[in-house]
């Protein structure tokens, strides 16, 4: 059964630390590995991930690939009070996208 | 990125009754798809709205439960039948163009929040 797996499922740091968001999978038919925003209602997009190996980068948000131990991360750095939301790995196999449950990050300032 | 709204934005409905949601994108794209999203969980698919012929519904939601609608490449319309309160919900729609080479993104609307008494 295709499943996408995130830890922590949550967790609290103060501003200005440094978070890795982890997500792992397992899909037929792998297509591109997706990271989202969600803050109220409807989850905003950050990167799209086809690549091993390639970072993908905006802003202080990264996010890294590895196809072979199918697995992904998100880090951000000198993170914000605006940066509190959950987010969101998804898998996208054969044009139907499989979310993970989220990581609810909170940013006490 | 496609600008997608959704009516109504919340919702209080009381058991039995019925609620249509819908979903409407300021351009073509090829792919609607409708969400839910149960407090405390992630992203559940419904089912994918296509255009012209009956939606594709996944695993444990079917027609006569969530009929799904549509028209055209714009618009779409989920409703949710005889409520009960475990149908209390986000409900998303999220939209694809097939025809981009990032189709794989999808844009998310504004979501329903819907609680069923």
């Known amino acids: 059964e295709d499943k996408v797996v995130q830890s922590p499922l949550s967790l609290v740091v103060h501003e200005g630390d440094t978070v890795t968001l982890n997500c792992s999978y397992e899909?037929?038919?792998?297509?591109?590995l997706l990271w989202y925003k969600q803050e109220k209602k409807a989850p905003t997009f950050l990167f799209m991930l086809?690549?091993?190996?390639i970072e993908k980068k905006s802003g202080r948000l990264s996010s890294i690939l590895d196809k072979k131990e199918l697995f992904s991360i998100l880090n951000i750095t000198a993170t914000q009070t605006g940066d509190s939301a959950v987010y969101l790995c998804?898998?996208?196999?054969?044009?139907?996208?499989?979310f993970g449950k989220g990581t609810r990050l909170h940013i006490l300032p | 990125s496609a600008v997608i709204s959704q009516k109504p934005s919340r919702d209080i409905c009381q058991r039995g009754t019925s609620l249509t949601i819908q979903c409407q994108v300021d351009?073509?794209?090829?792919?609607m798809f409708w969400y839910r999203q149960q407090p405390g969980q992630s992203l559940t698919l419904i089912a994918t709205?296509?255009?012209?012929?009956?939606?594709?519904?996944e695993s444990g939601f079917v027609i006569d439960k969530f009929p799904i609608s549509r028209p055209n490449l714009t618009f779409s319309t989920l409703t949710v039948s005889n409520m009960s309160p475990e149908d209390s919900s986000i409900y998303l729609c999220?939209?694809?163009?097939?025809?981009?080479?990032?189709?794989?993104?999808?844009?998310f609307g504004p979501g329903t929040r819907l609680t069923v008494l």
């Open positions: 899909v037929t038919n792998f297509r591109s």
């Open positions: 709205a296509n255009q012209g012929s009956e939606a594709t519904y």
């Open positions: 351009s073509q794209v090829t792919m």
């Open positions: 999220s939209v694809a163009d097939r025809d981009r080479i990032s189709y794989n993104e999808q844009f």
């Open positions: 998804a898998v996208n196999r054969d044009d139907k996208i499989i």
């Open positions: 086809t690549s091993s190996g």
